[in-house]
């Protein structure tokens, strides 16, 4: 349990890291060249931002913890590959398929959720790893 809890909170702060850089550096300006698609910056709740952060990294964790039955770093790194294209994929192209939002923005999504997915499933494969491999005794 306590290398679980590591592991949600290991995949929290990561996807809270590269949250900042993606839209609060990489897109910043391609945020404010559509100021009418968001909520100003008063509007925006950032505990609710962070609980929806954590439940994702809670979900992700528990996904690969619970069915993922032969834990190892290649298993953790094709997990994240596939839930990466399919969150970035729907995420992305999805909402530039309904809002107007610029392809930019749309591409910068899309390839953000893999790089998140993918960066969240290394430490799932350093954390999650079979009992013999964390302490070292590889039978």
């Known amino acids: 349990m306590k290398r679980f809890l590591l592991a949600v909170l290991a995949v929290f702060v990561a996807r809270s890291v590269l949250d900042f850089v993606i839209h609060g550096v990489i897109l910043q300006s391609a945020y404010a060249a559509t100021p009418a698609l968001w909520r100003p910056m008063a509007e925006m709740n950032m505990a609710a931002m962070y609980a929806v952060t954590l439940t994702v990294a809670l979900a992700f964790t528990a996904i690969y ?33 309904t809002m107007p939002v ?9 390839l953000g959720s893999l790089v998140e997915s993918l960066v969240a499933a290394a430490l799932l494969g350093a954390i999650l790893r079979p009992a013999a491999a964390a302490s070292g005794n590889q039978a």
């Open 65 to 97: 913890a619970l069915v993922v039955d032969r834990k190892s770093m290649a298993a953790a790194l094709t997990y994240g590959l596939l839930y990466g294209i399919a969150t970035g994929v729907s995420m992305g192209f999805g909402t530039y398929l």
């Open 102 to 110: 610029p392809l930019r923005l749309a591409v910068t999504w899309c």
